[in-house]
């Protein structure tokens, strides 16, 4: 059997993270959070605009060391909320920072509505991944933690990622 690490950032509401922790509930796979070495602080506004200046400016924020080296895995799921229609910057970092050659890695995205071009921007971060099992995840688009997207199809993407273990 292969074995998975599901990898993800998660700010605000936690989203990111609530669909991580689902796909680790059901495939009982090592799960690790990225942090930025310097939290982001101050009103949801400010973080939200520090957000678009960095993606506009193609930041890469330094992130905390992870205990786990990714050539222990076969499998790596990763996961991030839409900043700005891409990646947050912090999984930009972490991307850049591996080599995933003979990996499949399996990139998912919370959104509010406007999914921009994440999935495409990380698949061209993974170099010499085998990108599959995709998966973007529709939230309120106010800002809430209301699911848009059905559990179902949550569930489904779930069990495509079992299939590959």
């Not at 509930?25 to 090592?30: G, K, P, R, V």
């Not at 406007?114 to 106010?142: E, L, Y």
Request: proline share 4%; net charge negative.
């Amino acid at each position: 059997m292969k074995k998975l690490l599901i990898i993800y950032y998660s700010w605000s509401n936690g989203n990111t993270e609530r669909i991580a922790k689902m796909l680790q509930s059901e495939t009982d796979s090592d799960i690790l959070k990225i942090d930025t070495v310097v939290p982001y602080s101050g009103s949801y506004d400010d973080v939200v605009n520090q957000g678009q200046n960095e993606v506009q400016r193609g930041y890469e924020p330094e992130i905390k060391p992870l205990d786990i080296n990714i050539a222990d895995y076969d499998v790596i799921a990763v996961g991030t909320p839409t900043w700005w229609y891409t990646m947050a910057p912090a999984v930009k970092t972490f991307l850049h920072q591996q080599d995933f050659t003979g990996k499949t890695v399996v990139p998912f995205m919370t959104n509010g509505g406007w999914p921009g071009h994440v999935i495409k921007d990380m698949k061209a971060a993974c170099k010499g991944a085998n990108v599959v099992c995709d998966m973007q995840i529709q939230f309120d688009s106010t800002g809430g933690s209301n699911l848009e997207t059905s559990q179902e199809q949550i569930n489904e993407w779930i069990q495509s990622v079992k299939n590959l273990l």
